[in-house]
């Protein structure tokens, strides 16, 4: 493992989050530096100075819409951050650097329409959530080998849940649900290109994400999209 610290890009906006538990959760990384920002600083920070990107955001396109009356400079602005985000989750995942989609994130650019490239980073062909619900989850290892999830034991937990599609074939299936409100499958890893993908439903509330197995999982699927372990 590296001496260095895994330099991470914390993707927010778009949606609410439990903010002083998201970064006690950090703090409890001593190998990571997170680096918060909404995605249109991200797409101004340069890429490729960060070893992963997490998103924990929900944004949907446009971040921002433009009217007949809109002055011609604003307009060229607003253009370019769409395009500057386009252009970023195009080069994300032809570097090769590790992403993570957390909770929430699933659900960005959904509207107007479900983006393909969102899809792919997902490895979903259809992402759209057919209900969102608060519940008791039991969560099962389903692939108790996998770095993120070895010596890990099933356990019970109060979370926000997702009823949507499981992901396509392809997929390394970590973590399971029986959860009738929930898709069954809770977290998975794929590959995409060169970049190590993995997709975490959980982590909705600050109890959630300072509990003992999300934070563990949260922090190895950081090592694990980074080569870390």
């Not at 409100?181 to 970049?195: F, I, R």
Request: proline share 7%; aromatic share 12%; net charge negative.
């Amino acid at each position: 493992m590296s001496s260095e610290k895994i330099k991470v890009a914390v993707i927010v906006g778009g949606h609410h989050y439990p903010v002083f538990p998201m970064h006690e959760l950090f703090d409890r990384m001593p190998d990571v530096y997170p680096y918060f920002m909404n995605l249109e600083t991200m797409c101004y920070s340069g890429y490729s100075k960060f070893d992963a990107f997490l998103f924990y955001n929900r944004d949907q396109w446009p971040f921002y819409e433009s009217t007949p009356e809109t002055p011609k400079l604003l307009k060229r602005q607003i253009d370019m951050i769409h395009e500057r985000t386009e252009a970023g989750l195009e080069h994300m995942v032809k570097n090769g650097q590790g992403i993570f989609v957390l909770h929430h994130a699933m659900h960005c650019f959904l509207f107007p329409k479900p983006d393909p490239r969102w899809g792919q980073i997902l490895n979903m062909h259809n992402f759209m959530y057919r209900n969102v619900s608060m519940s008791d989850v039991h969560t099962e290892i389903a692939n108790p080998d996998h770095p993120i999830t070895r010596g890990l034991e099933a356990w019970d937990m109060k979370d926000e849940v997702l009823l949507m599609d499981d992901p396509n074939e392809g997929s390394d299936i970590l973590l399971t649900t029986d959860n009738p409100e929930s898709m069954k499958v809770l977290g998975w890893t794929h590959k995409l290109n060169d970049s190590r993908v993995f997709c975490y439903q959980s982590g909705h509330s600050g109890n959630t994400l300072l509990s003992p197995n999300v934070s563990t999982i949260i922090h190895r699927g950081i090592q694990w999209i980074t080569g870390n372990i």
